[in-house]
Nanobody, 122 residues
Framework: VQLQASGGGLVQAGGFLRLSCVAS????????MGWFRQAPGKEREFVAA????????YYADSLKGRITISRDNAKNTVYLQMNSLKPEDTAVYFC????????????????WGQGTKVTVSS
């Protein structure tokens, strides 16, 4: 599956963004999907994941309450709504399709999107 992320940009602290990731291929609905982020000089870290049906979601503890992951299988799209953004949220955000159920690590990622940059100014 090929992934195309969008929706990043420059936003002031306290603002919000909604990232989107569109997948190509008919098998989108069979994949669990996730978002990771990578700040300059840091490792890529887990942000959120959602099962293929959308019935279960997972979030990084540090981001719970400020983000929501969702998906629309009819549109082959997964979303990440981010609210109350902070400067430390500045990173490149990557969507990913999982080949397994280890959602919190990169070990079962089958495919990555190209990343969309989020910059939060103070």
């Amino acid at each position: 599956v090929q992934l195309q992320a969008s929706g990043g940009g420059l936003v002031q602290a306290g603002g919000f963004l909604r990232l989107s990731c569109v997948a190509s291929g008919r098998t989108f609905g069979s994949y669990a999907m996730g978002w990771f982020r990578q700040a300059p000089g840091k490792e890529r870290e887990f942000v959120a994941a959602i099962t293929w049906s959308g019935g279960t979601t997972y979030y990084a503890d540090s981001l719970k309450g400020r983000i929501t992951i969702s998906r629309d299988n009819a549109k082959n799209t997964v979303y990440l709504q981010m609210n109350s953004l902070k400067p430390e949220d500045t990173a490149v955000y990557f969507c990913a399709a999982y080949s397994g159920s280890s959602y919190f690590t990169v070990s079962t990622i089958a495919s990555w999107g190209q990343g969309t940059k989020v910059t939060v100014s103070s």
